[in-house]
C-alpha cells in the first residue's frame, strides 16, 4: 500500500512537471505541437489515470466513488487552466497592433469558411501542418469537458442542457478573444469546439459508458442526490430528448 501512495505521488510529481514544460511551448508551432505537444499531452493523461488509479487501489472500496468524484473535479480544474493557457496566455506576445489589423486575419463570421479554406489548403499540400493542426486542435480542445461535464453535472447528460451550457461559453471565449486581441475570433472556431465536445458527449451514450455512469451515481450519494434519479433513467436508456 505504501509502494502504491509512494508511486503515485511520483506520478502526479512527474505529470506537474510534464505540464510545466508543455505550457512553455509555443503553440503556434504546428511541428512542435504534432511532436511534443500532442503526445506529451497524452503521456500527461495517462500519468494521471495511472497515479488516481494507483492511489485508488489503496482506498476501502466504500471511499473509491468520492476519490473518483475528487479527481473528475482535479481533471476539470487541470482542463480550465490549460484552457485559459492555450486560449490566451501563450498568445499574449502576438496581440495585433490595431483593430484593423485584427480584424485583417483573425476575425471570421462566415460558418464554415476556415474550415472550408483549411480544407483546400490541404488537399493542395499548402501549410498542411498548420492546417491539421488547426483542425485537429479545435476538434480535440474540449473533448474533455464533453466527458467531465456529464460526469459531474449529471443533468448535463441530456442533449440540450449540455449544448445551452457549452454553447454560450464558448461563444464567450471567442468573444474575450476578440476584446483581447488575442488568437482568433472565429466561429468556425465554435463549430469545432462544439462538435469535438459532443462527440465525446456522445460516447458516454454507449452502454459501457452508461453502466459506468450508474455505477458511479449508485456509489457516492452526492452524485446520487445530484443526479436527481439519473442511475434509473441512464439504465432505461432515456436520457435522450
Not at 199 to 226: M, S, V
Amino acid at each position: 500500500m505504501v509502494f502504491r501512495r509512494a508511486a503515485a505521488c511520483l506520478l502526479y510529481a512527474a505529470a506537474a512537471l510534464l505540464a510545466a514544460r508543455l505550457m512553455r511551448l509555443p503553440l503556434w508551432d504546428a511541428a512542435l505541437l504534432f511532436e511534443d505537444l500532442a503526445p506529451g499531452a497524452a503521456l500527461m493523461l495517462l500519468m494521471l489515470l495511472l497515479a488516481s488509479a494507483l492511489l485508488g487501489g489503496t482506498l476501502p472500496r466504500a471511499d473509491r466513488p468520492r476519490a473518483v468524484r475528487v479527481c473528475l473535479w482535479a481533471l476539470l480544474a487541470v482542463h480550465a487552466l490549460l484552457l485559459v493557457h492555450v486560449l490566451f496566455l501563450s498568445r499574449a506576445g502576438l496581440r495585433a497592433q490595431s483593430w484593423e489589423e485584427y480584424r485583417s486575419y483573425a476575425v471570421n463570421l462566415r460558418p464554415f469558411a476556415t474550415v472550408l479554406r483549411y480544407v483546400r489548403a490541404l488537399r493542395r499540400g499548402v501549410i498542411p501542418e498548420s492546417a491539421l493542426a488547426n483542425l485537429l486542435g479545435n476538434l480535440l480542445l474540449f473533448v474533455p469537458a464533453g466527458v467531465l461535464l456529464p460526469l459531474l453535472f449529471p443533468p448535463l447528460g441530456r442533449f440540450l442542457p449540455f449544448v445551452a451550457v457549452l454553447l454560450p461559453l464558448l461563444v464567450l471565449v471567442e468573444a474575450a478573444q476578440l476584446l483581447l486581441r488575442c488568437g482568433s475570433c472565429d466561429v468556425d472556431d465554435v463549430i469545432l469546439n462544439l462538435s469535438g465536445a459532443l462527440a465525446a458527449w456522445a460516447c458516454l451514450r454507449l452502454p459501457p459508458c452508461k453502466r459506468r455512469l450508474a455505477g458511479l451515481c449508485r456509489g457516492d450519494p452526492l452524485l446520487q442526490r445530484e443526479a436527481g434519479g439519473v442511475e434509473q433513467t441512464l439504465r432505461l436508456g432515456g436520457n435522450l430528448p
